[in-house]
Structure formats: structure tokens, C-alpha cells
């Protein structure tokens, strides 16, 4: 027994020196760091906390992420940190800020949420829905160009290989949204949205639809009807199914 507890040390000692041992245990340790945009109101907080929580409270749209915050989640025993950047105007030098600190210490890909136009914040509530509850076409077109807008902010920083191994667009609030899939994922998988990608299309973006909770629009619109807790479960399935093939395939590139 001694003289094996003493070989056992020695292999420690060289593997120390030779420096295989904190490479290994680097190795084991490796948090896949994954940077998390979208402009205000398209649901970043929600989705994050869909994915360690059944069914989540939903955010209060008076609540909105100010400043950069770190989400650390398992997932099937793989280590994420979440960066969830700020989506307002105003943060966006904290946002570059976030967005080159995680850089810095290399990241594995970028998820960038949008919801079609669907975003909800402090203001807008009269803008976005009438007093039948009805959305307004014209304030959804105007935020699905705010949401082509941001690509321009940081595609030049994150918009190829040389940045991050893999994108995922997760299209949020599937629940509003349901009834016109077809039309949705086709402008985000091919249309105008796609179009704007320019340089990040290298990365060979999929697009995912997906709801983090059941909520009407603004507390007032109606949600689409087709979507149900089946189709919530399915897309979150999914969803994990892609985000983990995507870190895999960044490991053994």
C-alpha cells in the first residue's frame, strides 16, 4: 500500500511539472460561455430562466436588465455561463462592454432573441395594443426593424469564426405568435432578417421558435390559441437538443 500511495504521488509530482494534470483539470472544469443578446423587451430574462425553472414568473416589464448579469446553468451536466447583455438603447456601452469582457475570455456562441416585433417594456403598452385588444401591425413592423437595427451593433464584434463557434436565433413568445409560424420563421430562416446577418451567416445560424411562459401582450392582447404546454415542452426540448449539439461541435472543431 505504501509503495503504491507513493507511486501514486510521484505520477502527481510529474504530471504537476509536465503541466498535463491543470490542463486536464482545465479541461473537465470548461464552462461553455455563451453571450446573450436581443434589444429591450423581446424576452432575454425570461428565456434564461426557463431553462433551470419549469415554468417561470414571468418578468414584470417595468423590471429590466440594466447591467450585464452572469447565469450559471447545467445543463445534462454541461456547464453554461449565460452573459445576459442589456438590451435598452441607453446601456449600450455597458452592452459592448459585456460583450467584449466575455471576448476576452473566449466564447463558445451567441444566442440573440427576438419575438417578431412582440416586445414589451415600460412604455409602449398604447402604442402596441388598443383598447379591443388589439396588436397594432405598424408598432410590430417598427420593432422587428429595431431588432434588424441591433444586428448592426454587433455583428462587426461577434459576426464570424474567428469570434464564436455558433449562432442560435431563438424566436420568443411563441404563445403570441403561433398562428402565423409559417410567415415568422420564414423571414427569420430566410427574409429581411436573415438578409441583415451579412457576415454572421458564416456561422450557420438556425432559428428556433420558442415561449418561456403563457402571457397575454401587454396584459391585454389575446394570445394566438394554437400554441399549448405540449408545444412549450416540445420547443424547450428542442431548443436544449441544439444549444448542446452546437457547444459540441464548437469543442471538436
Partial sequence: MLAEATAALELISTAHKQGWLDRLITAVRKKHKVVVLGSTGVGKTNFLNSLTESIPSAVDIMNRTEIAKKHRVKIQKSPFIFVDTPGQEPHKSRRLKAIREALAS???????????????????????????????????????????????????????????????????????????RDEVLEYYRTGAYYEALGSAKSLHPIVLEYSSVFQKYFGKARMSGDFEDNDRIRVKAHLIEELLAAVGKFKNG
Avoid at 454587433?154 to 469570434?163: K, N, R, S
Fill in 106 to 180: 473566449h466564447i463558445s456562441g451567441v444566442i440573440n432573441v427576438v419575438s417578431y416585433g412582440y416586445h414589451e417594456y415600460r412604455i409602449g403598452s398604447k402604442d402596441a395594443v388598443d383598447d379591443n385588444g388589439i396588436v397594432s401591425e405598424e408598432f410590430l413592423s417598427a420593432h422587428r426593424e429595431i431588432e434588424i437595427a441591433a444586428l448592426e451593433e454587433w455583428i462587426p464584434v461577434l459576426g464570424g469564426p474567428e469570434a464564436a463557434g455558433w449562432l442560435i436565433t431563438v424566436v420568443s413568445k411563441a404563445d403570441l405568435w403561433w398562428d402565423r
